[in-house]
């Protein structure tokens, strides 16, 4: 039945069915499991948003949790300290992250390759620095806890609906942008920058937009973090934390639009699952890594398009073509 | 339609393209030659915008498009192929010609738009021109060597350019194809009335297509005319084609 189904349905399919499953998770689920699929929602929210810069737009950032502590942080301050409506707040926190995504991206995109990556992970660092460092804002160290949401957020249950609401919203929206004429543009700037510019593609312009719309993303990651921790540290900033969101996009498949989700699944609950077992979950992660790179570099997504493309490719060898100019 | 006008560029020290000034009409099919090394893609590389100039001016259609970036000077109405191959590889044929016709009609900032049937016609009319609709739904970095080459030139044909600059269209194609090639550029733009300015190593080609040709040597223009005042130039026999004729 699915075989006279196209692509674009498919997935809509496959959407649909795993908003579903996640629908049902409160009425099946222990309050754990709400909690630890409440997580897994804004994390594929995050490696989904990373992926729009490196699987779509080609740019590798490892400094994308420096806009999801920025939305995180703005949303905090903003409606616990300076008791700014909930509504409001929920917003101006992604988008306050978003105008930072335009200051640091209008440098990040001036450098290629390794310098791009590098100066992403400065600027993290620097966004690390400052929440350490201003106590009087940030709560340094001690980062602001207690952050009570409205009364109709209390129940685990209502945070769950709210964040698979918000993020199934926002996935729908990302879907859209990588499969518009934008996106097109994005996997050709990706593919080869130079000849885009040779198509009349603006590159920095639209590299600086992508940028600014993934951090906005990210920072929306940040707020339904707060949501659901009631907190917010310095440590959402680590450097592991960027390394974990690169690692699900990577292990997922970064030429897929499905494969930080799909990767963002797998790496969470297998780290809930090792830690049980062993303290070196990062050890693991670096085997996975190593596995996946070496031997799947289209990531997990990337398993079954890669064997059917062979498939094709040696069914062709016994076809002549048509038109073909010979070399 | 294109003016050169003492240009020159250098890499280092080293002089690639010295005080080069040269025109092509609308209309006509001219060609760059000269050894390896002479400047004639860097010549290119300055005509679109990808190079800079250290001093000298370009106008198209009388408008100074030196200093313009590549962009800037596609939307002018310069199209362009180059030497190596230089498609995007992971797209199918018909994602990379669809992506220079979107870019081509300016829907590239919509970002909700569904983009798998847009402009789905006059893609494929441009794969049809180039012979690739029988491949359009493959990745194109599996095509074979031919195929990427027709893509290519697919590709530039986009942005429907009245002057189309290609770096070496036959290069490393076999006789029959560098001649099914050949035979393809020239219907194409024959058709369309296209303005073309080729690099070809190939002197068979080039003196049967050609209505101007120019030759380069050491950065410098060593003769430009008709084809046969370039075949009976002396400096040109002497420097380049007593070596190929």
């Known amino acids: 039945m699915l075989k006279g189904l196209k692509m674009k349905n498919k997935e809509l399919l496959f959407g649909i069915g795993l908003f579903i499953v996640f629908a049902l998770i409160p009425v099946i689920g222990s309050k754990y499991t709400i909690y630890f699929s409440t997580q897994l929602l804004f994390t594929i929210l995050f490696a989904t948003s990373l992926n729009l810069l490196v699987g779509h737009a080609g740019l590798f950032s490892f400094g994308h949790v420096g806009f999801y502590a920025i939305g995180a942080y703005a949303f905090t301050i903003l409606y616990k300290t300076y008791g700014v409506p909930f509504g409001v707040s929920f917003v101006a926190g992604p988008l306050l992250a978003a105008v930072a995504a335009v200051i640091f991206g209008y440098f990040c995109i001036r450098l290629t390759k390794i310098y791009f990556t590098f100066l992403t992970l400065a600027f993290a660092q620097i966004i690390w620095a400052i929440t350490f460092k201003w106590t009087p804002v940030t709560g340094g160290d001690s980062g602001i806890v207690g952050v009570t949401p409205p009364s109709f957020l209390i129940p685990l249950n209502n945070t769950y609906f709210l964040t698979l609401g918000v993020v199934a919203v926002l996935i729908y929206v990302m879907y859209r942008i990588a499969h518009s004429p934008f996106g097109l543009m994005l996997n050709v700037i990706r593919e080869n920058p130079n000849r885009a510019e040779f198509i009349g593609v603006n590159v920095r312009l639209y590299q600086l937009i992508i940028f600014t719309i993934s951090g906005f993303f990210a920072g929306f990651a940040g707020v339904l973090f707060v949501l659901l921790t009631r907190s917010i540290f310095p440590d959402v900033l680590l450097v592991t934390r960027s390394i974990d969101v690169v690692a699900m996009v990577i292990v997922g498949g970064m030429y897929n639009f499905w494969g930080p989700m799909i990767g963002a699944v797998v790496l969470l609950y297998l780290n809930s699952f090792v830690k049980v077992y062993t303290e070196y979950w990062l050890l693991v992660l670096g085997i996975i890594l190593a596995v996946v790179v070496l031997f799947f570099p289209d990531g997990i997504s990337g398993i079954f398009p890669w064997i059917s493309a062979r498939f094709k490719r040696l069914m062709a060898r016994f076809k002549p073509r048509k038109g073909e100019l010979s070399a | ?245």
């Not at chain 2, 009319?125 to 029988?134: F, H, M």
Request: aromatic share 8%; hydrophobic share 40%.
């Open chain 2, 1 to 245: 339609m294109l003016r050169v006008e003492k240009v020159s560029k250098s890499f280092d020290g080293f002089v690639a393209v010295s005080q080069v000034s040269m025109t092509v009409k609308e209309g006509e099919i001219a060609s760059l030659i000269g050894t390896n090394g002479a400047g004639k893609t860097t010549l290119f590389n300055l005509i679109t915008g990808h190079l800079r100039s250290d001093e000298g001016e370009i106008y198209f259609k009388d408008r100074r498009i030196t200093h313009l970036r590549p962009y800037h000077i596609v939307r002018l109405g310069i199209g362009r192929s180059f030497q190596r191959l230089n498609i995007f590889p992971r797209l199918t044929v018909f994602e990379n010609v669809q992506a220079a016709v979107i870019s081509y009609k300016k829907e590239t900032l919509s970002f909700l738009r569904p983009r798998e049937r847009l402009f789905e016609g006059e893609t494929q009319r441009i794969l049809d021109e180039v012979g690739l609709t029988a491949v359009r739904n493959e990745i194109s970095g599996s095509l074979s060597y031919g195929y990427q080459k027709q893509l290519e030139f697919g590709i530039a044909l986009a942005f429907e350019p009245e002057l189309l600059l290609l770096d070496e269209p036959t290069a490393g194609l076999s006789a029959v194809g560098t001649s099914h090639a050949m035979e393809l550029i020239v219907n194409v733009i024959k058709t369309r009335g296209t303005t073309l300015l080729v690099i070809e190593h190939d002197m068979h080609v080039v003196f049967s297509i050609s209505d101007h040709i120019i030759v380069l040597h050491g950065g410098r223009v060593i003769s430009d005319g008709t084809p046969e005042q370039v075949r009976t130039d002396p400096e040109v026999q002497k420097s380049y084609l007593g070596e190929s004729l």
